[in-house]
Nanobody
Framework: QVQLVESGGGSVQAGDSLRLSCAVS????????MGWFRQAPGKEREFVAA????????NFVDSVKGRFTLSLDHAKNTGNLQMNSLKPEDTAVYYC?????????????????WGQGTQVTVSS
């Protein structure tokens, strides 16, 4: 059974940076597309970024383009979301998700496995 565990959330000031990590167990990261989603209070879960299983394709929501980047550490079986120039509107619970042999999909329903989420709070 594949399990995902996020880490790296916290409370920061606007303009600061955070790096979220998603550790994969029970499976090999190389076989999975990894997506990141977020959910703010009272709002639906929304797509943030994704990378295909091969690493050849990435996808970002417009609001984070130029600020967020993705990386994969296959040696550690971990995916990372680097978030720079954070804004208060980035405040949410962030979830990583995995999709076997998937592409860089922005559709929640494409992802079979989900982490428990990590809180990111950005104050102005």
């Amino acid at each position: 059974q594949v399990q995902l565990v996020e880490s790296g959330g916290g409370s920061v000031q606007a303009g600061d940076s955070l790096r979220l990590s998603c550790a994969v167990s029970g499976g090999t990261l190389r076989s999975y597309a990894m997506g990141w989603f977020r959910q703010a209070p009272g709002k639906e879960r929304e797509f943030v970024a994704a990378v295909s299983w091969s690493g050849s394709s990435t996808n970002f929501v417009d609001s984070v383009k130029g600020r967020f980047t993705l990386s994969l550490d296959h040696a550690k079986n971990t995916g990372n979301l680097q978030m720079n120039s954070l804004k208060p509107e980035d405040t949410a619970v962030y979830y990583c998700a995995a999709h076997l042999w998937g592409g860089s999909s922005d559709q929640l329903t494409q992802y079979q496995y989900w982490g428990q989420g990590t809180q990111v709070t950005v104050s102005s």
